[in-house]
């Protein structure tokens, strides 16, 4: 008889840490793209190709951190483009986005059978593996969660800190903020409006992509077509949730690895049907939009900006 | 040498007008000059080239007697040129403090703002000159003037000696703007210059060294402000005598369209917008709604339409009550709105002409035959006669609206408004916006509506406008209503104080 | 006619450019684009079994690109329209395989309204949700398409699945309720005349209709709606209601025309075609219906291709993606005409030595050989 006590258990909250890593780090890029005024409904997109590059890299190289790099170069790239569309060629925001989701699914399942033969999946590579932190391990929970898993995750946090560092204690997060909210007003104050708005989606696919990257790499060490699974978007959502701020992009993130891990133990013990149960983070992703959407305002109004 | 800025033989064209012909303009260290002009005169297309934002076709600029060119704002600033534009360009999630030093914000430890100082730079500054803020407070808190007075603090923190000001006049009550002038003439002590636009011949005349008169892009001339009259300078800006009333004959007022009784509103944020407003508008009459943008007019026109619900009081129209009741159903019993802001609320850009001129009675008839069909040749029909009847200058009735002028726009508006005869107008802000001639033919219009027998309610922050057109006016301030007077019995300093919370008692 | 051109232009040159850079991609790989795209175009139009299949594609994705567009207009992203087609075709489903004693020309139109009925309540929780809450539509859109496969799937390998239970189908719906095949011996049925019918309505709904008017100002501008006593947030839900009902009709269509019952995993991703193709389709129904038969042509001759040349089918995906691309951002086709001014020029001038070549070479030959 299964007892409550194998689906909640410290497990749980480590793997809700871990499920809630490349949700975070796509809302992180989320953040730095809202902020400057542009929807980027691709983080899916991004975060696909940030796993499916992460692992050619790795694959080509031997090395899992090259393939970390290759990952964010990737994303930078997508990012750009959509900076392009959106920016230089005043596109719909969505559209390009949505393009770039199809895009992104179809060129890694063709490369994907290109080069391993399969579109379903690639070759085993070197994946990240896990690190300890010596004093940290050994706490005696909090040491469960925290102090052993794959590096991306300490990565992850370290980025929330520093995302939040950047937006609110330095000139360039100051200047993002204004560029997002009144592009007028920063063009007026001499600063590069579209050179910011560049930079921050770039940022935001690279995000992305480490989000991706931690999937292929991070939790396993190979590439399935599609193994994003809807997370770019449930990233957004958790952007939504968190008030388009850092750390509320970490608590919301944590809350939706929470429905995803306990959702995965539920399978295991066979309680409801799988399907019943896969769809559990999905149902409450809309809950939670529907429930908190009322108390956030998005910080720009997303309308791109032409200087005269 | 004394001069500041020369601007010489500067000409820029925009596909279908020349902006600015041939434009010389000098102004000496130490001066305020008033750049006069009407609306679409060039006098903003000029400073914005001074300011980096346009490039000239033709001429030169002297900063200093050295010639320099000026290829974006930054490069402005950096040649001790500062402007305010008439639409703030602060960011309203941000602190005083942060708009100030957007874009040349000082740091410690390298990467970090330093806010200290920078809170502490601006006490100076601001002391130097009579204006004082608090550098913590958040702009969107701050009313229009303060935030006008943030602008200018900006542009001197960034060293400017040139500082031009777009309009600064138009949102300000008279208190603010005896402020303001206070202020240009302690910048003008220091030796800085001031370029003071405007179209507001008394002002220009009160606190400006010079004037350089503009006419379609042309420089009518330039005369000492010691030297001339309004009326003189009216009659460079315009080119002829301007009528400053239009014919008005008295009507008998008749019975009561509209009433409103204790109306309490919030706005959106959740504060108190309309305290106690109550008022009466009847059958043939004019009611103007006199006020300082910002005290509860866009409140106001949004309960009487049905956009915002009341928190307390009673609106009746024709004797009905719809207080409560939705947009659609207004219009239905007569009700009629001239929106403040045509362009996103009075037509849909993006419409043709034609499905301009039925927007909000697509659901009535003639347009609706038996069963949600649109009957879109009776539609032309209406179009056709409107086009004509309002002169409505497009090249077809399938035009987008976004392809017209502003005041063609309107015309769009009015005939859609007007044609149906409604029981009650209400106009808000009608002519902004608007060169005289457009401005002159809303007014023509209103006066026909009233005394066709249309009961019109006209809110409008320029007050020679609710002079000119009202048979009795209201002043708003602070959300109450704190008097009601009628036109002949009252005249512009006593509603000049109104507005502003003074009382005459 | 040339103003039609003129109109479709943008799309016509984003499709060609998709092409092109999609040709690079095959390069790159180490496979003849030339081999490749007639590969497609042989599988597609060559014998009976492609046409057949062609347009058989094509039509749900007609009903998924009407979709999208109906909301498109209302100024939402319906990017859903997935999960509504599979409720739709359950919903249909669940009705063919009851009923048994009803006529034909009852028990199919009840199937085929049901099939809307379900994707129409599908498109109302994302629309309700928009419209009084606020929701971003595209998230919970896209996230009820992920319940509404799991919901399905469970539904049919659970309490609908079709004894002895080895494949995740429902029973075959009754013969009252299915529709005809119209081309045997292919599977293209008379759903796509309904497709069609369904593109010719939404148009009149758009362009002739009160409340078509009403959606179409929504989308143009909330505020102006609003301010001219538009209720918008009722317009919003009878947008998604509508986008829900076509794409749930698709689905009704699938289902009751094709496979004749419901199968798990019947749609490919139709839902997220009719988004690319409502937008190469220019937003215009009728050119999505053009646009859907060339994604359908380009899935169905895919399939012929990868058997031919050994390409992945998944190049249509990518294809398609290109082609969103660069239909969405207009602009960049304007700046992209402007350097390539130069291009026809030199096109001419390269066909017209091209065209001397000939001659030349005869020369040559005379000459060396007297």
């Not at chain 2, 004037?211 to 010691?226: N, Q």
């Amino acid at each position: 008889m299964i007892s409550i006590i194998d689906i909640i258990n410290v497990g749980l909250f480590a793997a809700t840490l871990r499920m809630a890593t490349p949700l975070v780090f796509a809302a992180l890029g989320g953040i730095f793209s809202e902020r400057v005024g542009v929807v980027n409904i691709a983080l899916e997109g991004m975060m696909l190709t940030g796993a499916f590059t992460g692992v050619l890299a790795s694959f080509y190289t031997g090395n899992a951190w090259l393939g970390v790099l290759g990952a964010v170069l990737a994303g930078g790239l997508l990012g750009l483009l959509h900076a392009l569309l959106t920016v230089k060629f005043v596109g719909n925001q969505i559209v390009s986005g949505t393009g770039i989701n199809i895009l992104a699914v179809g060129i890694t399942a063709y490369l994907s059978q290109v080069i391993w033969g399969s579109r379903g999946a690639s070759q085993s590579v070197n994946g990240l593996g896990t690190i300890s932190i010596p004093l940290l391990k050994d706490i005696p929970i909090l040491g469960e969660i925290l102090g052993s898993t794959t590096p991306l995750v300490y990565i992850m946090l370290i980025l929330v800190v520093l995302t939040y560092v950047v937006l609110f204690r330095t000139p360039m997060g100051l200047r993002i903020r204004a560029v997002g909210e009144h592009p007028a007003a920063a063009d007026t104050a001499g600063i590069n409006v579209y050179r910011i708005k560049y930079l921050c989606l770039m940022i935001s696919g690279m995000l992305a992509a480490l989000g991706g990257a931690f999937l292929s790499l991070g939790q396993l060490n190979f590439f399935v077509s599609s193994m994003t699974g809807g997370r770019g978007f449930i990233a957004l959502a958790a952007m939504i949730l968190g008030g388009w701020m850092p750390f509320g992009a970490l608590g919301a993130g944590l809350l939706f690895g929470f429905t995803d891990a306990l959702q995965m133990r539920l399978q295991g013990a066979g309680l409801l049907a799988p399907q019943i149960i896969q769809a559990i983070p999905y149902v409450v992703t809309v809950v939670v939009l529907a429930g908190f959407v009322r108390k956030r305002t998005p910080p720009s109004d997303y309308k791109p900006y032409e200087k005269e | 040498m004394n001069t500041a800025v020369r601007m010489v033989n500067i000409t820029k064209t925009f596909p279908g007008t020349v902006a600015n012909d041939r434009v010389n303009l000098e102004v000496q260290k130490g001066e305020i000059h008033g750049l006069l002009g009407e609306n679409g005169a060039g006098k903003t297309v000029l400073m914005n080239i001074l300011y980096g934002l346009y490039k000239p076709d033709e001429g030169q600029i002297f900063i200093n007697d050295i010639e320099t060119r000026i290829d974006s704002s930054a490069a402005a600033i950096k040649y001790g040129i500062g402007m305010v534009h008439q639409h703030f360009m602060l960011v309203p999630s941000l602190t005083i403090a942060e708009n100030i030093v957007l874009g040349r914000e000082p740091t410690k430890d390298i990467v970090l703002l330093d806010m200290a100082k920078i809170v502490k730079t601006i006490e100076d500054t601001s002391r130097g000159y009579g204006l004082e803020v608090d550098p913590e407070a958040l702009v969107r808190d701050l009313p229009v003037g303060l935030q006008q007075r943030v602008e200018i603090l900006k542009a001197l923190y960034r060293g400017a000696q040139i500082l031009i000001l777009d309009e600064p006049t138009s949102v300000l009550t008279p208190q603010e703007v005896d402020s303001l002038f206070k202020a240009m003439r302690a910048l003008e002590q220091q030796g800085k210059s001031v370029i003071f636009i405007t179209h507001k011949l008394k002002e220009v005349c009160a606190v400006c060294d010079k004037i350089t008169v503009l006419k379609k892009g042309k420089v009518v001339g330039t005369v000492e402000a010691t030297q001339t009259t309004p009326q003189e300078l009216a009659a460079m800006m315009v080119g002829r005598e301007i009528s400053s009333t239009c014919e008005k004959g008295s009507l008998q007022p008749g019975k009561t369209v509209l009433r409103v009784e204790g109306i309490q509103t919030l706005n959106d944020r959740k504060l108190l917008a309309l305290k106690d407003v109550a008022f009466e508008v009847h059958e043939s009459e004019i009611l103007g709604i006199a006020g300082v943008e910002g005290n509860g007019q866009t409140e106001l026109v949004d309960v009487l339409i049905g956009l915002r619900e009341v928190t307390k009081g009673k609106i009746s129209l024709d004797g009905k009550p719809i207080t409560n009741i939705s947009p659609h159903e207004r219009i239905g019993m007569g009700l009629s709105n001239v929106p403040e802001d045509r362009q996103k609320n009075g037509l849909i850009l993006d419409f043709s002409v034609l499905e301009n001129l039925i927007l909000g009675y697509q659901d009535k008839p003639p347009f609706e035959t038996g069963w949600i069909r649109l009957n879109l040749k009776r539609a032309s029909t209406f179009a056709d006669e409107l086009i004509e009847e309002y002169s409505i200058k497009t090249p077809s009735k399938n035009t987008l609206a976004r392809h017209l002028s502003g005041g063609t726009q309107q015309r769009v508006v009015l005939a859609r408004e007007f044609s149906r005869k409604p029981k009650l107008i209400i106009a808000s802000q009608p002519t902004r916006g608007l060169d005289i001639g457009a401005t002159e033919y809303v007014h023509k219009k209103l006066v026909e509506m009233r005394d066709q027998g249309g009961a019109i309610l006209l809110i409008s922050a320029d007050l020679d406008e609710i002079l000119t057109l009202s048979d009795r006016i209201a002043v708003l301030y602070e959300g109450k209503i704190v008097a009601i007077k009628e036109c002949s019995k009252t005249n512009e300093f006593e509603l000049g104080l109104l507005m502003t919370g003074g009382n005459n008692e | 006619m040339v103003t039609l051109l003129r109109a479709t232009l943008p799309q016509i040159v984003a499709i060609v450019l998709a092409f092109l850079v999609g040709a690079i991609v095959l390069l790159a790989t180490g496979y003849s684009p030339i081999n490749a795209y007639l590969a497609v175009i042989k599988g597609a139009f060559g014998d009976i079994y492609g046409i057949g299949q062609t347009f058989t594609q094509a039509t749900p994705i007609i009903f998924t690109a009407l979709a999208f567009i109906f909301a498109f207009k209302c100024g939402l992203f319906n990017i859903g329209a997935e999960g509504q087609l599979l409720i739709g075709g359950f919903t249909a489903a669940l009705v063919g395989i009851s009923f048994g004693d009803l006529p034909v020309y009852i028990h199919l139109p009840l199937a085929l309204l049901a099939g809307a009925a379900g994707g129409a309540l599908w498109g109302f929780i994302p629309g309700i949700l928009k419209a009084r809450l606020g929701a971003h539509e595209v998230i919970t859109s896209m996230m009820l398409s992920y319940v509404a496969l799991y919901i399905t799937s469970y539904m049919v390998n659970y309490p609908f699945i079709a004894p002895p239970g080895w494949v995740a189908q429902t029973v075959p719906v009754t013969p009252s309720a299915e529709l005809p095949r119209i081309l045997p011996p292919t599977q293209l049925s008379a759903s796509i005349f309904i497709a069609i019918g369904m593109a010719v309505m939404t148009t009149l709904i758009l362009d002739k209709t009160v409340l078509g008017y009403e959606v179409r100002a929504v989308g143009l501008s909330t505020s102006a709606a609003k301010s001219n006593g538009i209720n918008v947030k009722n317009t919003v839900v009878f947008a998604f209601v509508m986008s829900g009902a076509l794409a749930g009709l698709g689905g009704a269509g699938e289902i009751l025309g094709v496979h004749h019952r419901f199968i798990n995993g019947f749609s490919p991703g139709y839902g997220f075609d009719g988004l690319a193709v409502g937008l190469i389709g220019g937003l215009n129904p009728i050119g999505s219906v053009l646009a859907a038969i060339l994604i359908g042509a380009l899935r169905a001759g895919g399939m012929t291709m990868n058997t031919v040349t050994g390409v992945p089918i998944d190049i249509v995906s990518v294809l398609q993606g290109l082609v969103v691309l660069f239909v969405a951002a207009p602009r960049l086709i304007s700046y992209l005409s402007r350097k390539g001014l130069a291009t026809p020029r030199l096109v001419k001038s390269a066909l017209a030595k091209a065209r001397t070549l000939p001659t030349e070479i005869k020369r040559i030959f005379r000459r060396g050989g007297s």
